[in-house]
Nanobody, 119 residues
């Protein structure tokens, strides 16, 4: 059974930074893609960033240049470094993993971690 556990969310002022972590049960090398999504109140869940087994990445236009996705296979963890945070980044952030090579990983999901950016 695959478990993804997010951590690192919290309350931060606009312009601040946070690093989210997603720890997987077992090796992340099982997954050809992993990523982060977010869902703000009354909005649809949207992809924030994804990383594939070859190291290629894709980002939502709204976070390009501010967010960076990375992974550490030795720690079975995927990270999302967020800088220059804006109030509109406020959302629940979810980690996802997929056995397919895709820019939109969706096979497995974490429970989410809240990020709140105050103005």
């Amino acid at each position: 059974q695959v478990q993804l556990v997010e951590s690192g969310g919290g309350l931060v002022q606009a312009g601040g930074s946070l690093r989210l972590s997603c720890a997987a049960s077992g090796s992340i090398l099982r997954f050809k893609a992993m990523g982060w999504y977010r869902q703000a109140p009354e909005k649809q869940r949207e992809l924030v960033a994804a990383i594939r087994s070859g190291g290629s990445t894709n980002y939502a236009d709204s976070v390009k240049g501010r967010f960076t996705i990375s992974r550490d296979s030795a720690k079975n963890t995927v990270y999302l470094q967020m800088i220059s945070l804006k109030p509109e980044d406020t959302a629940v952030y979810y980690c996802a993993a997929d056995r397919r090579l895709t820019g939109y990983p969706q096979d497995y999901w974490g429970q989410g971690t809240q990020v709140t950016v105050s103005s």
